[in-house]
């Protein structure tokens, strides 16, 4: 385990619509990728090699600059056997881990149930947008999803200072547990009783923040700044879940791709920087993932459901680096005789995290043992 | 002029056999009488239908080509628009019965497909109703029987048309889902048209003979060639079909239950009513409609009062037909749909085919917080036309005390009893503000905004989360 003083925690960040990773970290001296992709390519002109092999968008400047900095892990080829092309099966198969099954418990709802086994903590795990996602649900453990912060809490139609206290009040009263009104009514008091503790508690987290860096106005930074302010908060929140949307880019690719990548890559630099200056950075790390990579030909304007892909960790504990085997583009190797491979299995990514990172036995979350990669620093 | 106890009465009837009514339509159905309002509602096709041509001709979306939430957003539509309550609620029954999902199937208007299908087939036959199933694309996908061939079974149909949607886990045994599986080869989807680059199309059932499994099969004691009517016909007949289904019944419609994946090991809460279901069944030989006459008129379905915890779409639904914020054709139904999975109950993607974890496991902390702000948001917007409607009744009141205040709003949301706890806060809370006034500009606001509050407090309450 990565040994921190202070309690680590984990940031995810899911790229939802499946990114395309040969245009986000582009195997610009591969004739294979020229020959596949005639229309939407990085051109030879706009990259910014990594290696002599590989190289990101050259307006990813600050995104490379994290890897320069070695702090990024660049994770080639996560995947998992026969990945299928739909989107919701495929985020399935992330959230819970079960490619054969239908299953309802998450992979961070059972993570967070072993890091605050009693429940003792509402906002051990927190997820930002509206709705959970399927990987935070485990029946029993409590977990709060976030919408909006500034507006977070029970009762949050009204407005006017007063009259919300007052209905807090009276909605606090009448969710108090009473003798003998039976099991259902008073398993609702007390989550009624939970949900108040919860919004009280992130209530008080933008009133305690302050900060120099100013995030961008879309929602990924709206995210990440929620993620800023709440971990700096000092509320002891342990699993941060965020998502980025859009990347489904079945048409004008060129046009939609290169901005959403620009969103990201300030997000995740303005939200490190935050961190970094609220001296609350070493303890996170990040992880960014999306549920499969796309087609390896492009269709004319976008580019269709594929396979394989990769992820980034990121942080200051991160031991940057390349990690494993980007996919081959040889015919020979493809998956489906048109899509990338994988050569890492991402449960083997989430057993690192926990294990490695976050201290805990893996293979109960994942179910099975799967290999891990060594992507922390070895000094701290 | 119907009882106090009589409107109460219908409006329990509403809230189960559909997703509840405006206190104001309450009489009116009241004064026609119970028995003959089940009548109503068990025979939809005496009322308009939804006009589909004219929904899709004024929200196009709503054909559903793009995702989820256009085609959750048509069932939200018609849930909240329907003049056929029961047609609406029993379609939600199978669906949670039957629980076909799109993180599988990944075609929304497929499932809304097979949502009609449970309209048209829901309160008939029970058999019927299990052909059409497996004939379901959708189905057919989710669980994998077009896989399943001559010489080479796929069981996942089988398995859980056994184990979930007939007879429950101990009324068989491996060799019959076997058996159930080679008699389902050839049931397939028809060569699907690619979705890319125009979108998603339906799929159609196809019936393939050359890969049927023609040979003597063996299910549950009856042998013969047996093909897939044939698994149905001997499936409705087991005792364990009407024991199975009148559970599912009785937990849909009168009090929450355990878990059907208990259901083996603990008896029912109420046995003498499922027995009073079950030979529902037998006489009307697995009708739905029927069975649903004996359990909607039964005592301990009028016993039953806020014996379940409401699911999503019923607060959604409910609490919007009561407001009138939804009426009609406008924009804003994919707004609810969202709402809708938001607080845990997703339209046409159920978590898993077990469906929904229902009564308290609807309730966590997040869903609370949902379930409490979308109701109390909506009650407390004086905008609303249902919301005006119980102001003016406020208004008009002889008395203008916080007591009769309370009253009122409690009655015009229900009529709705609460514990005393919720009462005691209620009326504390409406006395700091003192008798209504309505005479000048500024006493009416003040007032509305007062009438308000009080419909968003109750609209907050535990007691408003049980149907």
Redesign the interface.
């Known amino acids: 385990m990565a040994s921190t003083n202070k309690e680590p925690v984990l940031v995810i960040l899911q790229l939802t619509g499946a990114n395309d990773y040969l245009n986000t970290v582009v195997p610009y001296t591969n004739p294979h990728y020229w020959d596949a992709r005639p229309k939407v390519n990085i051109p030879a002109d706009q990259v910014l090699p990594i290696n002599d092999e590989l190289a990101f968008r050259s307006d990813m400047e600050q995104f490379k600059a994290i890897y320069d900095k070695g702090d990024m892990a660049i994770i080639h080829g996560i995947g998992f056997a026969n990945s299928p092309r739909?989107?919701?099966?495929a985020m399935?198969i992330w959230h819970t881990c079960e490619p054969d099954k239908?299953?309802?418990e998450g992979w961070l709802g059972k993570t967070i149930r072993e890091l605050d086994p009693d429940g003792e903590n509402?906002v051990t795990g927190v997820s930002f947008g509206?709705?959970?996602p399927?990987a935070m649900v485990s029946?029993g453990v409590?977990?709060?999803?976030v919408s909006d912060l500034d507006s977070f809490?029970?009762?949050?139609?009204?407005d006017e200072k007063k009259?919300k206290e007052?209905?807090l009040n009276?909605?606090k009263?009448?969710?108090?547990p009473?003798m003998g009104?039976g099991?259902?009514?008073d398993?609702?008091?007390n989550?009624?009783t939970?949900?108040l503790a919860?919004?009280e508690i992130l209530g008080t987290v933008p009133g305690k923040y302050t900060s120099t860096v100013e995030y961008a106005d879309d929602s990924i930074s709206k995210s990440l700044r929620d993620v800023a302010r709440v971990h700096t908060a000092g509320i002891g929140t342990r699993v941060f879940y965020t998502q980025h949307g859009g990347y489904d880019t079945?048409a004008t690719q060129l046009a939609v791709h290169p901005k959403l990548l620009q969103e990201l890559t300030r997000a995740i630099v303005d939200f490190f920087e935050d961190l970094r200056n609220h001296n609350a950075s070493e303890e996170v790390i990040m992880l960014v993932f999306s549920e499969f990579g796309r087609r390896i030909k492009d269709?004319g304007s976008g580019t269709?459901h594929g396979s394989g892909g990769g992820a980034f960790l990121i942080g200051d504990r991160v031991e940057g680096g390349l990690y494993g085997q980007y996919p081959s583009l040889e015919f020979s190797d493809l998956a489906n005789g048109e899509d990338m491979g994988f050569n890492i299995d991402f449960r083997g990514v989430y057993s690192t995290l926990l294990d490695q990172w976050l201290g805990l036995d893996a293979s109960p979350i994942v179910n099975g043992t799967y290999e891990q990669i060594s992507p922390f620093k070895k000094d701290y | 002029m119907p009882t106090r106890q009589e409107i109460a009465l219908m409006a329990h009837l509403m809230r189960r056999a559909g997703f509840g009514e405006p206190r104001s339509a309450l009489e009116a159905r009241a004064i026609m009488g119970y028995e003959a309002v089940v009548e109503e509602l068990l025979h939809p096709e005496l009322l308009p239908a939804i006009d589909e041509e004219l929904m899709y001709r004024i929200l196009p979306g709503y054909e559903g080509a793009l995702g989820p939430p256009i085609s959750q957003a048509d069932w939200m539509f018609r849930m909240v628009n329907t003049q056929r309550p029961l047609e609406e609620k029993i379609a939600l029954f199978w669906h949670q019965m039957f629980a076909t999902?799109?993180?599988?199937v990944?075609n929304p208007p497929e499932i809304g497909r097979q949502i009609a299908m449970f309209r048209e087939y829901g309160l008939g036959s029970y058999r019927d109703l299990l052909v059409e199933l497996a004939k379901s694309p959708a189905m057919i996908f989710w669980l994998d029987n077009h896989g399943n061939h001559d010489g080479a079974i796929n069981e996942n149909w089988g398995r859980e048309l056994l184990e979930l949607f007939s007879l429950g886990e101990g009324n068989y045994i491996e060799d019959d889902i076997k058996e159930a599986a080679r008699a389902f080869t050839g049931w397939t989807i028809a060569p699907k048209i690619p979705r890319?680059?125009l979108g998603r199309f339906y799929w159609n059932f196809e019936y393939k003979p050359e890969d049927h499994d023609n040979r003597e099969k063996t299910f549950l004691g009856k042998t013969g060639n047996l093909n897939g009517e044939d698994i149905m016909e001997i499936i409705v007949d087991q005792p364990a079909s009407p024991r199975f289904l009148a559970r599912h019944l009785y937990r849909f419609f009168v009090a929450?239950e355990p878990d059907v994946s208990s259901w083996n090991s603990t008896p029912p809460n109420d046995p003498a009513a499922i027995e009073i279901l079950v030979d529902a069944y037998k006489q009307s030989n697995g009708d739905i409609r029927s069975i649903l006459r004996v359990l909607f008129n039964s005592d301990f379905f009028k016993n039953s009062l806020y014996a379940r915890?409401k699911s999503p779409a019923e607060l959604i639904v409910g609490t919007v037909r009561m407001a009138g914020n939804y009426e009609g054709f406008r924009p804003g139904f994919n707004n609810l749909a969202?709402e809708c999975?938001?607080q845990g109950q997703e339209l046409l993607?159920p978590?898993?085919?077990e469906g929904w974890?229902t009564?308290?496991?609807w309730?966590?902390?997040?869903a609370?917080?949902r379930r409490?702000?979308f109701a109390?948001?909506v009650m407390?917007?004086t905008s609303h036309p249902g919301v005006k409607s119980i102001i003016n009744r406020v208004r008009f009141q002889e008395s203008n005390s916080p007591k009769t205040l309370v009253a009122v709003c409690l009655d015009s949301m229900g009529p709705l009893q609460v514990?005393?706890?919720?009462l005691k806060?209620?009326l504390s809370?409406a006395l700091?503000g003192g008798d209504l006034a309505w005479d000048t500009p500024d006493e009416i606001k003040d007032s509305e905004d007062r009438v308000g509050?009080v419909l968003?407090?109750i609209a907050?309450?535990?007691d408003y989360?049980f149907a």
Do not use: C
């Open positions: 739909s989107h919701f099966r399935d239908i299953v309802t509402v509206k709705g959970l399927r029946p409590p977990v709060t999803s809490g029970v009762m949050s139609a009204i009259q007052e209905a009276v909605f009263r009448m969710y108090t009473v009104s099991v259902v009514a398993y609702l008091s989550t009624g939970n949900a919860s919004s079945h269709n269709d | 999902s799109n993180s599988k990944d890319n680059p929450d915890v969202l999975a938001w993607n978590p898993s085919v974890h009564g308290p496991a309730i966590d902390a997040g609370l917080m409490v702000n109390s948001g407390g917007d514990s005393d706890t919720t806060e209620l809370h700091k509050k968003a407090l907050a309450s535990r989360q």
